[in-house]
């Protein structure tokens, strides 16, 4: 692949550079050997069971009502279709080929040797999505793009590059997770946003990993004048360890950005989610809100918006809920302003459930127990629109399920 | 149908209530006047059974039950109804879920909504961000919904404008049966109001004084109400101490 050798020579010289957040991984602990799966059309070689477990992270195994799919499985592209003109669809590999190695946007948004998962990404590249709306196409329909671990163990090493050309709209749901005999490895997956001119991109992501999976995405988003950028995470299952930090800048007059998250953290589970917001134009605007419940498990939260420019507008918001005794919810909000005239904000509060809001819904009939889970149904409240129905199901299933340990 | 005898209550170990005694048969309407801090929504958050009120002494009974330490909800199931004066915010919680709740299916929230050009706010995550007349018309629908049979209003018509206050007299006339014959309400209320603005779309039968946590007065609101505007509220506890 034609990748410049500086990229290379920066990612040798991080093999070994520990994170800055999160547990440090030993990546000889995971495989990397796995079966190469053939590529299916008809998406016929997935058992029952799979099925019912992609479609938890909302990947339907259908071309149909899906302007693009992509599904990679453990290492190999198991299909990769378009189904909507003005949409362009590839494995990374391919695209790195075709467009000489993308020179404008491969590794330009993230560093390559920020630590040790960024730089095995580049030296032991698996696969990735390469997806891209030609400029003024409205991609109605959403894309459905998955991620699929299928073999215990193993470590994927994914690198994606989405491309909302000026004035295009896209909307990408993104599934992971792992087939339901894998307990453990590990996901380290660099995701790289360009969203260009009057674009509008929504990026909705679902985790739905194994108690023993680690995951270490590494994401970069860049907005310009007039762009939106939404984002949706949710992870809702158990997992070992999830670190992220992705950063937004908005370079354009009138960049958007909103950075949604609804996160459960059960019992052994350590989550290490943040995100960073520089607003580098006027009157862009950002808006982080993460709520987070922890049933037993680790919830940290971090959030940084920083103002370069005047008349800039952002808020941040962090709410956890804390539902077991054990649970650690740690909220760090940070905010900078760089100049005069930026207007930022920001909220955090963690706790239990009110009493008074209990109380509240307990006059209105219903008992502590009914109260107590209609405000947990509400914090975790998830409207996201092209959510597939079954999904939305499980999602019901996963808060009932929350509120069990009550 | 509801009964309130030498009832004490503190908050956080801070006595609030100090003997209150309280009568009010099926189909009468009562209002609670008294100074601010004097503990008229501490008497109805009582009465509603919510936590940090503690009851030291004293009963309260309903439709001959004694619900002095029954849990809210019972009570509520029971047929008591609170609207609240400053209700809490429910993140993610919608109006419309909520008046699903107070109406447990026996009416469609929708057209209860629709006919008090309510439904602008069925979507709305519940009282964040209404305004002060929003939050009152909010907690009465929840009321109609609810359909109590005690209804306790605490101030139902502040912050409300000159307008919607028509609305909010209709609403409160409703569930109170106020068109019925008194012999055919199966209702009994307890407003507590300052400006007592909401007695012109609705007579009440009996007003009480509120004064330091126990009631100084009784008598026909509108004489009380004319008697504190007046000459103030110390006057008016004075004047009926030596009455008594
Ligand atoms: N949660 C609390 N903690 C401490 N003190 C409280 C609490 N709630 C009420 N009080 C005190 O109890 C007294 C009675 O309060 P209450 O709210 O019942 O007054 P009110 O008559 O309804 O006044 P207003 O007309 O201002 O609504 C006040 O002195 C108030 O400060
Ligand atoms: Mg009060």
Redesign the interface.
Same mark, same amino acid.
């Given at each position: 692949m034609p990748v410049l050798p500086e990229i290379k020579e920066a990612a040798v010289k991080s093999k070994t550079k520990k994170a800055a957040f999160g547990s440090d991984l030993d990546l000889q602990q995971f495989r990397r050997q796995a079966q190469d799966w053939s590529y299916d059309e008809q998406y016929t070689s997935f058992e029952e069971m799979e099925k019912q477990q992609l479609l938890r992270a909302g990947i339907e195994l259908t071309d149909t009502d899906h302007a693009g799919t992509f599904l990679q499985a453990d290492r190999s592209i198991m299909h990769c279709k378009t189904s909507q003109p003005g949409l362009e669809i590839l494995p990374i590999r391919e695209a790195l080929q075709k467009y000489n190695g993308l020179p404008d946007y491969y590794w330009r948004l993230v560093p390559v040797d920020a630590d040790k998962y960024t730089a095995a990404a580049e030296l032991e590249l698996d696969n990735g999505y390469f997806i891209r709306a030609l400029p003024g196409a409205r991609i109605t329909q959403p894309v459905e793009a998955c991620l699929y671990i299928r073999t215990e163990g193993l470590a994927q090493h994914v690198h994606n590059i989405v491309v909302a050309e000026p004035g295009s709209h896209l909307h990408i749901i993104t599934g992971c997770t792992t087939h339901p005999g894998v307990t453990s490895g590990l996901h380290l997956g660099i995701s790289e946003f360009y969203v260009k001119k009057g674009a509008h991109l929504t990026f909705t992501m679902v985790h739905n990993w194994a108690e023993n999976v680690h995951v270490r995405p590494r994401s970069a988003i860049i907005v310009e004048e007039g762009g939106v950028y939404l984002s949706n995470y949710i992870v809702l299952k158990p997992v070992k360890s999830v670190q992220m930090y992705p950063s937004v800048r908005l370079v354009g007059e009138g960049a958007v950005a909103r950075l949604n998250s609804v996160v459960v953290a059960h019992p052994g589970s350590e989550l290490d989610l943040g995100g960073k917001v520089v607003l580098e134009a006027p009157y862009s605007r950002a808006e982080v809100i993460a709520r987070t419940v922890t049933t037993g498990g680790t919830a940290i939260a971090r959030g940084h918006l920083i103002g370069k420019v005047p008349n800039i507008k952002a808020h941040l918001e962090c709410?956890g809920l804390i539902l077991a005794k054990q649970g650690i919810m740690y909220a760090v909000p940070e905010l900078t302003g760089e100049v005069a005239g930026v207007e930022m904000s920001h909220e955090a509060a963690v706790g239990r459930i %009110?009493?008074?809001?209990i109380?509240?819904?307990?006059?209105?009939?219903?008992?502590?127990e009914e %109260?107590a889970s209609?405000?947990v149904?509400?914090?975790?409240?998830v409207e996201i629109e092209g959510l597939p129905q079954a999904l939305k199901d499980d999602i019901e299933r996963t808060i009932q399920e929350t509120e069990k340990g009550l | 149908m509801f009964q309130i005898e030498d009832l004490w209550v503190s908050i956080d170990d801070k006595p609030v209530l100090k003997g209150i005694n309280l009568h009010i048969k099926k189909g009468e309407t009562h209002t609670l006047f008294g100074k601010n801090g004097s503990g008229k929504t501490t008497l109805l958050m009582t009465i509603m059974g919510f936590s940090r009120y503690q009851v030291r002494q004293g009963r309260i009974t309903f439709l001959g039950y004694d619900i002095t330490h029954m849990p809210t909800y019972e009570r509520a199931k029971l047929g008591v109804g609170l609207a609240f004066q400053r209700p809490p915010t429910i993140r993610g919680v919608k109006t419309k879920d909520i008046l699903r709740v107070c109406a447990g299916g026996k009416m469609p929230v929708e057209a209860l909504a629709f006919e008090y050009g309510f439904e602008g706010f069925l979507d709305r995550e519940i009282n964040l961000g209404f305004s002060g007349g929003e939050i009152k018309k909010s907690e009465l629908l929840q009321l109609v919904a609810q359909d109590p049979k005690l209804v306790l209003l605490d101030e139902p018509e502040s912050g409300v404008d000159l307008e919607s206050l028509q609305l909010v007299g209709q609403i409160i006339r409703r569930v109170l049966q106020k068109d019925l014959r008194r012999v055919d309400r199966q209702k009994a209320g307890l407003i507590i109001t300052h400006t007592g603005y909401i007695l012109n779309y609705l007579n009440a039968d009996m007003g009480h004084v509120m004064a330091d946590g126990q009631i100084a007065c009784q008598g026909h609101p509108m004489d009380i109400l004319e008697h504190v505007k007046k000459s103030g509220y110390e006057e008016c506890v004075r004047c009926l101490c030596f009455q008594k």
């Amino acid at each position: 692949m034609p990748v410049l050798p500086e990229i290379k020579e920066a990612a040798v010289k991080s093999k070994t550079k520990k994170a800055a957040f999160g547990s440090d991984l030993d990546l000889q602990q995971f495989r990397r050997q796995a079966q190469d799966w053939s590529y299916d059309e008809q998406y016929t070689s997935f058992e029952e069971m799979e099925k019912q477990q992609l479609l938890r992270a909302g990947i339907e195994l259908t071309d149909t009502d899906h302007a693009g799919t992509f599904l990679q499985a453990d290492r190999s592209i198991m299909h990769c279709k378009t189904s909507q003109p003005g949409l362009e669809i590839l494995p990374i590999r391919e695209a790195l080929q075709k467009y000489n190695g993308l020179p404008d946007y491969y590794w330009r948004l993230v560093p390559v040797d920020a630590d040790k998962y960024t730089a095995a990404a580049e030296l032991e590249l698996d696969n990735g999505y390469f997806i891209r709306a030609l400029p003024g196409a409205r991609i109605t329909q959403p894309v459905e793009a998955c991620l699929y671990i299928r073999t215990e163990g193993l470590a994927q090493h994914v690198h994606n590059i989405v491309v909302a050309e000026p004035g295009s709209h896209l909307h990408i749901i993104t599934g992971c997770t792992t087939h339901p005999g894998v307990t453990s490895g590990l996901h380290l997956g660099i995701s790289e946003f360009y969203v260009k001119k009057g674009a509008h991109l929504t990026f909705t992501m679902v985790h739905n990993w194994a108690e023993n999976v680690h995951v270490r995405p590494r994401s970069a988003i860049i907005v310009e004048e007039g762009g939106v950028y939404l984002s949706n995470y949710i992870v809702l299952k158990p997992v070992k360890s999830v670190q992220m930090y992705p950063s937004v800048r908005l370079v354009g007059e009138g960049a958007v950005a909103r950075l949604n998250s609804v996160v459960v953290a059960h019992p052994g589970s350590e989550l290490d989610l943040g995100g960073k917001v520089v607003l580098e134009a006027p009157y862009s605007r950002a808006e982080v809100i993460a709520r987070t419940v922890t049933t037993g498990g680790t919830a940290i939260a971090r959030g940084h918006l920083i103002g370069k420019v005047p008349n800039i507008k952002a808020h941040l918001e962090c709410r956890g809920l804390i539902l077991a005794k054990q649970g650690i919810m740690y909220a760090v909000p940070e905010l900078t302003g760089e100049v005069a005239g930026v207007e930022m904000s920001h909220e955090a509060a963690v706790g239990r459930i %009110a009493q008074e809001e209990i109380e509240y819904l307990m006059a209105r009939g219903l008992t502590e127990e009914e %109260a107590a889970s209609t405000i947990v149904r509400g914090f975790l409240n998830v409207e996201i629109e092209g959510l597939p129905q079954a999904l939305k199901d499980d999602i019901e299933r996963t808060i009932q399920e929350t509120e069990k340990g009550l | 149908m509801f009964q309130i005898e030498d009832l004490w209550v503190s908050i956080d170990d801070k006595p609030v209530l100090k003997g209150i005694n309280l009568h009010i048969k099926k189909g009468e309407t009562h209002t609670l006047f008294g100074k601010n801090g004097s503990g008229k929504t501490t008497l109805l958050m009582t009465i509603m059974g919510f936590s940090r009120y503690q009851v030291r002494q004293g009963r309260i009974t309903f439709l001959g039950y004694d619900i002095t330490h029954m849990p809210t909800y019972e009570r509520a199931k029971l047929g008591v109804g609170l609207a609240f004066q400053r209700p809490p915010t429910i993140r993610g919680v919608k109006t419309k879920d909520i008046l699903r709740v107070c109406a447990g299916g026996k009416m469609p929230v929708e057209a209860l909504a629709f006919e008090y050009g309510f439904e602008g706010f069925l979507d709305r995550e519940i009282n964040l961000g209404f305004s002060g007349g929003e939050i009152k018309k909010s907690e009465l629908l929840q009321l109609v919904a609810q359909d109590p049979k005690l209804v306790l209003l605490d101030e139902p018509e502040s912050g409300v404008d000159l307008e919607s206050l028509q609305l909010v007299g209709q609403i409160i006339r409703r569930v109170l049966q106020k068109d019925l014959r008194r012999v055919d309400r199966q209702k009994a209320g307890l407003i507590i109001t300052h400006t007592g603005y909401i007695l012109n779309y609705l007579n009440a039968d009996m007003g009480h004084v509120m004064a330091d946590g126990q009631i100084a007065c009784q008598g026909h609101p509108m004489d009380i109400l004319e008697h504190v505007k007046k000459s103030g509220y110390e006057e008016c506890v004075r004047c009926l101490c030596f009455q008594k």
